[in-house]
């Protein structure tokens, strides 16, 4: 029986069984007999969240690991297949991995982007790779990148599915004074829109617009040549921070680690009907149809003329974003992946996994 075990993180509190429900039942569905879980227990969650102990690497290595290890390889048997993503923060012990290992499971690592490119991760990812049965890479770049790196390991990618129907934005429009543009991001990614600040400059100063900065739990420190609002990031309510915006902002700077993001950020853009702006670097390429569900923008000029047009025609810009989030449902939702999901695994392994 294949078991995915998925590592909670603190944002997505409330949403984390939603999306292991989603993936055990599309995954049913497709004819792989599974179950997916929480890498938290109940407990352990409410010790992190609802007391004063401060979430930390002393206290997830000296309590929460070893607990989660017991806990969760109490069910797993030989010829179980054992799906785990990478811990929040590291932890190069593995006793979670080592133990399904020990029992005779196989041991599927399932890698995002920066687990190579963060010091902190890197340890622990290169153990994890060392010792698993199977390697998922959350893009094709990133999968070539593991097998260079790790000659002869078994390596496949699957993209990361998207919730679809958490980030609709029917009855979400609202009507603005001004155009309002978006940026979504982790806290330290927001250096990365001082790439386009000119450009926004230029634009505002001609068609003023609202530009709105969704990320962290503080506002960040960072300035611009424009005004711009804040709204700290709510997984809960991303749609609704993002109604009516005629653009998801997304450049990106081309580097050996850019090009093996999943980049996430540009498929909720789509997902949740706004247009992204964003850079042709790595899987961007093969995330959006130029022109037709975003746009992929080379220089400052490219960047200002689509920027200009989709402020200026608003029923363009819907027009994109209702594109954008049709090809979205088409290609990245649980029920469109879960089958490519389900047949990889089949041919990864066809002796554990018979229809």
Known sequence: MLKIFKYSEAFSRGLEDRFSRKMEECLNRSGVSCAVRNIWSDFIVRALFFSNVPY?????????????????????????LVWISGPPIPDTRCRFERKVIQRGACYIFWIED??????????????????????????????DRICELYPGKSVIALEEPIDVDRLNPNGRSRDYKKSLV??????????????????????????????????????PEIRFSIPWEWVPYNRHREAEYAAGAVAGLA????????????????KTYMAMGVPPLTSPVGYNNHLVKHGETGFLLNSETEWETTLRKL?????????????ARADTIKRYSYEALMPIW?????????EQLII
């Open 311 to 323: 402020l200026k025609d608003v029923s363009f810009a819907a027009k994109v974003g209702a594109a």
């Open 182 to 219: 978006i940026w979504s991001g982790r806290p330290w990614a927001i250096d990365q829109l001082l790439m386009i600040n000119d450009v926004l400059r230029r634009v505002y100063r001609d068609v003023p617009f609202v530009l709105r900065i969704i990320t962290g739990t503080e506002k």
């Open 342 to 350: 389900a047949e990889a695994l089949r041919r990864a392994f066809p």
């Open 56 to 80: 930390s690497y002393r206290l997830f290595i000296h309590a929460v690991a070893p607990i989660n290890s017991w806990i969760h390889s109490l069910n797993i048997k030989a010829h179980d």
């Open 251 to 266: 450049p990106l700077e081309d580097t050996n680690f850019n090009s093996c993001k999943g980049n996430y950020k540009v």
């Open 114 to 143: 920066d687990w190579f490119s963060d010091d902190r991760l890197r340890p622990s990812a290169e153990t994890r790779v060392q010792i698993a049965d199977l390697i998922v890479a959350v893009t094709p770049n990133l999968r």
